[in-house]
Nanobody, 123 residues
Framework: QVQLVESGGGSVQAGGSLRLSCVAS???????MGWFRQAPGKEREFVAG????????DYADSVKGRFSISRDNAKNTVYLRLNNLNPEDTALYYC?????????????????WGQGTQVTVSS
C-alpha cells in the first residue's frame, strides 16, 4: 500500500498563504489524488481532488477561488496552495489517494491516507 507523507503546514495570520505537499512512496500517476481536512470537533471534509491527468480539479465550495491543487507525477507529489486563509481553515490537512487507478471521480472514494499536517490560522 502506498504511503503518503504531508508537509508544509504551519501557523499563519489571516490573509496569509501556505503550500502543502504530499509525497507518495509509490507511483501515483494513475490515481486521482485529494486533500481533506478535519477541524477539532468536526468531521473530516473534502477540500480538493485532482484527476490523474493533472488538468481537472474539483473543490469544496468553502475553498473555491482561494485554494489550488496541483500535481507533479514525475515526483509522485501533490500540492495544495492555500491563499487568503481565515481562522475557519484551521484544521489537520490530509492527503489521500483514490481507492482505484484510472478512475475519474474526483471526490473519491479514497483508499490510502497520510498522517496529516496541521494548519493554524490566527485572526
Amino acid at each position: 500500500q502506498v504511503q503518503l507523507v504531508e508537509s508544509g503546514g504551519g501557523s499563519v495570520q489571516a490573509g496569509g498563504s501556505l503550500r502543502l505537499s504530499c509525497v507518495a512512496s509509490g507511483r501515483t500517476n494513475s490515481y486521482v489524488m485529494g486533500w481533506f481536512r478535519q477541524a477539532p470537533g468536526k468531521e473530516r471534509e473534502f477540500v480538493a481532488g485532482i484527476h490523474w491527468n493533472g488538468f481537472t480539479a474539483d473543490y469544496a465550495d468553502s475553498v473555491k477561488g482561494r485554494f489550488s491543487i496541483s500535481r507533479d507525477n514525475a515526483k509522485n507529489t501533490v500540492y495544495l496552495r492555500l491563499n487568503n486563509l481565515n481562522p475557519e481553515d484551521t484544521a489537520l490537512y490530509y492527503c489521500a489517494q483514490h481507492q482505484s487507478p484510472w478512475r475519474a471521480t474526483l471526490k473519491g472514494p479514497f483508499g490510502s491516507w497520510g498522517q496529516g499536517t496541521q494548519v493554524t490560522v490566527s485572526s
